[in-house]
């Protein structure tokens, strides 16, 4: 079945980039996803891209897709103490809207 | 952007009581609500999707007859945990579809769910 991989810890400074990565499976997405969650909160989309895209970018934010390699990574530049959370990655897997999500990266941002 | 409620935030109760939970999309119409569970540092995992008018979908391993999902209208959909036990504790997150979107899904704030 699908399976979708992170690094589940990043520590970066205040000011520097942030990049986190993922791989997934199913070569037939269509969609993928970056959602951040906060202590004791949901998650919040932040940005998708879709599978005939090779970047987004939206703000501080930056999606690299590498369909050949089926990679997704998130660049979020100047990196924010607010930024500190964690993010999963996620793939579209049916029409029905079905996620697939990573395990999460926890990102901490040190002053 | 989209907003999604979900009430109540948490809720402790005894074991062998029911405990309802409601996800709202209180600004666009969704006909296809999900409903996850996540334990402590680790992912979301799905336990069902709820359709309109429909009978929910659940994944396996996922029991129907104690996790009742119910989707009234386009904005509510209801999990209903019956007879909770202490292994149910968790973080209970549900997500909405926007019908007028494009694969956007937008998710509740949870309900953390203590079951003593």
């Known amino acids: 079945g699908e399976d979708v991989e992170q690094s589940l810890f990043l520590s970066v400074r205040e000011g520097d980039s942030s990049v986190i990565n993922c791989t997934y499976t199913?070569?037939?997405?269509?969609?993928l996803y970056w959602y951040k969650q906060e202590p004791g909160a949901g998650l919040q989309l932040l940005t998708y891209i879709f599978s005939n895209m090779d970047m987004k970018q939206d703000q501080r934010l930056t999606v690299l897709l590498n369909k050949k390699d089926k990679h997704l990574s998130l660049r979020i530049a100047d990196t924010q103490t607010g930024d500190s959370a964690i993010y999963f990655c996620?793939?579209?897997?049916?029409?029905?809207?079905?996620?697939?999500f990573g395990a999460g990266t926890q990102v901490v941002v040190t002053p | 952007g989209a907003v999604v409620s979900q009430h109540p935030s948490r809720v402790i109760c005894k074991s062998g009581t029911s405990v309802k939970i409601e996800c709202r999309s209180l600004?666009?119409?969704?006909?296809?609500m999900f409903w996850y569970r996540q334990f402590p540092k680790q992912s979301l995992m799905l336990m069902a999707t709820?359709?309109?008018?429909?009978?929910?979908?659940?994944e396996q391993g996922v029991e129907k007859d104690k996790f009742l999902i119910n989707h009234a209208s386009l904005t509510l959909s209801t999990l209903t945990v019956t007879s909770a036990h202490p292994e149910d504790s968790s973080f209970y997150i549900c997500?909405?579809?926007?019908?007028?979107?494009?694969?956007?899904?937008?998710f509740g704030p949870g309900t953390r769910l203590t079951v003593l």
């Open positions: 997500s909405a579809r926007d019908d007028q979107g494009v694969n956007e899904q937008f």
């Open positions: 709820s359709n309109e008018g429909s009978k929910a979908t659940y």
């Open positions: 199913d070569s037939s997405s269509t969609y």
């Open positions: 996620a793939e579209l897997t049916d029409s029905w809207g079905k996620l697939q």
């Open positions: 600004d666009f119409q969704a006909t296809t």
